[in-house]
Each structure stands twice: as C-alpha cells, then as structure tokens.
C-alpha cells in the first residue's frame, strides 16, 4: 500500500520527509516515481498534470494540498469515482485572514496613494473615512470567507458577504444566489474575492460586475485566477472606475515577467501566498484525514461533489 506526493519543487522534499514521517506505516512516494502503480491507495496532490491520476487502477482517495479542489477536477481523465478530501485548517483560516486584513486597510488608508507620493518626496496627507465608513464585501461565505468576514467587522467596516446558499454571520450583512448579487455589489466599496472555482464562479469578476460596482471601488482577488476577466479589469482600471486591485492568483502562474499587472500603477500583485498550507500543519491534518479515511471514519473535508467544491 503506497501514498504519492506531488507538490510544487520548492516544497516537495519537505513535503515528502514530512509525510514520511507522518505515515511511517505507509509508503510514501514522489509523484515522479511511484514505484508500483497498482500500490498506490492514496494521491496526495496540487495540480495534477491531466492524466495523471489515472496511472493508479487501485486509487482510494484523492487529498488536495489545499482549500481548493478545481486544480483536481481540471483534469478530464480524473478517476471520477475517487473521493477528494480537501485540506483546510485554523491555520490556512488565520493566514487570509492576516492577507484579507492587509490589504482591506492598505486600500481603505490609501496607502498606494502614499507610497506614490513618496517616490517623489511628496508629503500628501490623504484622508480616508474610518472604517464604519467604508464597505467591504466578501464574495464566498465558507471557512475562509465567514472568517475573514468576521475580522473585518471587528475592525470596525461595514461588512457584507455573498454566498451561494443564504449563511448568517454575526456582524455580516449577507446576501445570497443570483438574486442577492447586485445589491450585494452596489454598495461595495472594496470587494474581496474568496470563491471557488466552478463553472458557476469562473469570469465572475468581469466587466459586468464592475459596472455594478461605485465609481472608485476596489478588488482584492485571492481565491483563482480564472475568477477574474484579466482584459475587463485592466478596462475598469483604465477608465477609472476601479481604482485599486490587490492580485493574489492569476490564469498563469507564476505570473509572466511580461504581463502588464506587474507594471500597471494601481495594480498589486503577490505570488499566490495568501494563505499557503506548509507541510508542518499541513501534513498533519493530511495524515489525520488519510488514517479516518482507513477507519472508516467520517471525514469533515471530504467534498461534495455534486456541489464542485
Ligand atoms: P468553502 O468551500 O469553505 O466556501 C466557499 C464559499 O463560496 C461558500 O460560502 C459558498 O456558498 C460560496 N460559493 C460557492 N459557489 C458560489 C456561487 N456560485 N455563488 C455564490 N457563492 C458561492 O471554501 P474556502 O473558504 O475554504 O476557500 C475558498 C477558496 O479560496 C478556495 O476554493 C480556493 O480557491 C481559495 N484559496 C486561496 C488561497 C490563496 O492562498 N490564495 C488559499 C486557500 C484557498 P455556500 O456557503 O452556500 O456553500
Ligand atoms: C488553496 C490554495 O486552495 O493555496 O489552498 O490556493
């Protein structure tokens, strides 16, 4: 009975003594050499190459190194059949919400507008609201979301969030589906983008929804690229109508060195570091689920499916 491990290279030696260390009744191996495919019971992956999960005819169960799950289920050949466990913890929770915080103040104080000034030794004393004065809208109500929702009002914003199903959280004034989604973004003035990527929420940040946003209202986008119509918000920046966004994921990464988010002046981008799961805490929840999985146990992370995410 053997475990595979794929993970980006920078990690993936840790990631696999840790595991090693983890699941000493398990053989864990690396992606690239799996030793006895009919071996393998377990996948423990970020962003499976297509086809790849297929080479395993005994694969019990798939476990995404992460929240999200759409980099498993982008692949087509993917064993249908096979459970996915994702990987969240208070961890992954406290990470965004130390992002979220950030950026939601470095837009609300604004700070861009600061550190421009400086670059030409302009003292620009800008003024901002408090922030009951300021809206924050948080698309996706789920752990991340909630959480970093909860943060925002305890600071003191105004808060709203968005979800699939109608959630209640305290301090949050919440709106849910299609029907809730417009007044949801008229009074947004910083919206913050914690979805999952489905075909639902795939292009949901487009021009469309921009022009459902106030005049000056910002973007923080640290859940999926591909939630976001690149060319519609270089649009919307352009023409004034968005005035800041903060990118934390992107269609490709790492971003290429020639694409225009890395020179625009009211763009900020970070290397998809939001909230990044280690293999310390991590692995431990990882094993933790792969042994209630062996036991038969329920699995708090196992996702379901019919939902996609
Ligand atoms: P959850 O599954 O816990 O929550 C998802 C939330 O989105 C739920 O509130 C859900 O609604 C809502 N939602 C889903 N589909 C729709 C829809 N069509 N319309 C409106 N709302 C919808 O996810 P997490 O909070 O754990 O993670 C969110 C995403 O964050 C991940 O999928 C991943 O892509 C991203 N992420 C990014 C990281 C980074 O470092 N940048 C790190 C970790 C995660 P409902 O409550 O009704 O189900
Ligand atoms: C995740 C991520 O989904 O890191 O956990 O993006």
């Known amino acids: 009975m053997s475990l595979v491990i794929r993970v980006g290279p920078a990690r993936a030696d840790w990631w696999l003594a840790h595991m090693r260390a983890l699941l000493p009744e398990i053989e864990c191996r690396p992606w690239d050499d799996p030793g006895d495919l009919d071996a393998v019971r377990y996948a423990v992956v970020w962003k499976p190459p297509a086809g790849g999960l297929k080479r395993f005819p005994n694969l019990e ?3 995404s190194i992460g929240a999200g799950i ?5 692949d087509p050949e993917r064993p249908a059949d096979v459970p996915i466990v994702r990987t969240t913890s208070g961890e992954l929770t406290q990470r965004m ?16 507008a600061i550190e421009a000034a400086q670059k030409s030794a302009e003292w620009r004393q800008v003024v901002t609201p408090p922030a009951p004065g300021r809206t924050v809208g ?3 109500l789920g752990n991340l979301g909630a959480d970093a929702a909860r943060a925002l009002a305890a600071v003191g914003f105004a808060v709203r969030g968005w979800s699939r199903s109608p959630k209640s959280v305290a301090g949050v004034e919440t709106f849910a589906g ?12 910083i919206l913050v ?10 292009g949901i940040l487009d021009a469309r929804l921009f022009a459902k946003l106030p005049e000056g209202a910002s973007i923080i986008n640290a859940a999926r690229g591909e939630h976001l119509v690149e060319a519609d918000l270089i649009a919307a920046l352009d023409a004034g109508h968005i005035r800041y966004a903060t990118l934390d994921v992107f269609h490709e990464e790492p971003l290429p060195p020639g694409h225009p988010f890395w020179r625009h002046p009211r763009v900020y981008v970070t290397p998809h570091v939001a909230s990044l799961i280690d293999p310390v805490a991590g692995g431990e929840i990882i094993a933790a689920n792969i042994r209630r999985f062996i036991a038969g146990e329920p699995i708090p992370d196992l996702v379901d499916l019919s939902k996609g995410y």
């Open 138 to 140: 948080v698309m996706g």
């Open 193 to 202: 983008c914690l979805l999952p990527l489905t075909d639902a929420t795939r």
């Open 97 to 112: 919400r130390e992002y979220v915080l950030l950026h939601v103040l470095r837009l609300h104080r604004d700070l861009p």
């Open 61 to 63: 169960l798939i476990v």
């Open 70 to 74: 759409d980099h498993i289920l982008a």
């Open 178 to 189: 299609e029907a809730g989604l417009d007044a949801f973004l008229a009074g947004t003035d």
